[in-house]
Nanobody
């Protein structure tokens, strides 16, 4: 079983920055592709970003491209999401997800069903 714990959420103003962290318990963390998703009240959960096990490949939703950066530190079993130039529409609960099999060509990494474990989420609120 893989346990994921998100942290770093909070209340900020539009234009501010925030860094989310996701700590994982797995012994094979460096083999797990990781993803970040978010869900606002009354809306569907949406893809934000993903990163391959070794960190060489990263992916972003168009809505956050150029503002958010995903990274990981495998020695610390942690994945990060640096969020800059935050907007009110970024307000949501942010979830960290782990996949136990490496990404492959053609895989829809934006589909939440390709991930196997999920954290409980951390709230991000951006005021205008």
């Amino acid at each position: 079983q893989v346990q994921l714990v998100e942290s770093g959420g909070g209340l900020v103003q539009a234009g501010d920055s925030l860094r989310l962290s996701c700590a994982a318990s797995g012994r094979a963390f460096s083999t797990y592709p990781m993803g970040w998703f978010r869900q606002a009240p009354g809306k569907e959960r949406e893809f934000v970003s993903a990163i391959s096990g070794g960190g060489s490949s990263t992916y972003y939703a168009d809505s956050v491209k150029g503002r958010f950066t995903i990274s990981r530190d495998n020695a610390k079993n942690t994945v990060y999401l640096q969020m800059n130039s935050l907007k009110p529409e970024d307000t949501a609960v942010y979830y960290c997800a782990a996949r136990l099999v490496a990404f492959y060509a053609g895989l829809d990494y934006q589909n939440d069903h390709v991930y196997h474990y999920w954290g409980q989420g951390t709230q991000v609120t951006v005021s205008s």
